[in-house]
């Protein structure tokens, strides 16, 4: 995953905010909590995963041309 990049979570498009080894973060506004099945998502809640490849690979390129 990249900063700035997405994740589809349950099939929801959003924008990653951080990206740490372990964890990632993203912003839901309370139109997208309210429109999707995220708003009734819990702490613990299994939910189903989707990332952007291609954003994985550019940074990876980014990071060895930047050495």
């Known amino acids: 995953m990249a900063s700035k990049g997405s994740?589809?979570?349950d099939g929801v498009s959003l924008?990653?905010?951080e990206?740490?080894?372990e964890r990632f973060s993203v912003q839901l506004?309370?139109?997208?909590l309210?429109?999707?099945t995220l708003g009734h998502r819990r702490v613990g809640d299994?939910?189903?995963?989707?990332?952007?490849l291609l954003?994985?690979?550019v940074q990876r390129l980014m990071e060895t041309?930047?050495?």
Do not use: M
């Open 46 to 52: 299994r939910v189903n995963l989707e990332t952007d």
């Open 55 to 57: 954003a994985k690979y």
């Open 65 to 67: 041309t930047n050495q």
């Open 34 to 36: 309210s429109a999707t």
């Open 19 to 21: 990206v740490e080894s």
């Open 7 to 9: 994740v589809a979570v």
């Open 29 to 32: 506004i309370p139109h997208t």
């Open 15 to 17: 924008t990653l905010v």
